[in-house]
């Protein structure tokens, strides 16, 4: 059985830090896509970051509002993604979810794994 199994998340001011972690288990995922998305009251669940470990050496991408304060990171021996989060901010609010897919995360509705979620609140 997959499961996707996320923590570290937390209460933290803004300009402040967090890290959370996302262990996968149940299958190899070394050649997928792996990654976060979250979601905020009342908004879709939207993209984060992800890295590729399907090329010689892993790809990363950011969505623009995160770029230069959150970064991706995984241990793909481990099945294990990190997202290092600096300079939050009250708009980073959500629960952030863990994702997993064989190819991308392209059409979210597609995506094959998800976590159950982890709660980041940022306080001003």
């Known amino acids: 059985q997959v499961q996707l199994v996320e923590s570290g998340g937390g209460l933290v001011q803004a300009g402040g830090s967090l890290r959370l972690s996302c262990a996968a288990s149940g299958r190899t995922f070394s050649r997928h896509v792996m990654g976060w998305f979250r979601q905020a009251p009342g908004k879709e669940r939207e993209f984060v970051a992800l890295i590729n470990w399907s090329y010689s050496t892993a790809y990363t991408a950011y969505a623009d509002s995160v770029k230069g304060r959150f970064t991706i990171s995984g241990d793909n021996a481990k099945n294990t993604v990190y997202l290092q989060m600096n300079s939050l901010k009250p708009e980073d609010t959500a629960v952030y979810y863990c994702?997993?897919?064989?190819?991308?995360?392209?059409?979210?509705?597609?995506?094959?794994?998800w976590g159950r979620g982890t709660q980041v609140t940022v306080s001003s």
């Open positions: 994702a997993a897919d064989p190819t991308s995360f392209a059409t979210i509705t597609t995506i094959d794994y």
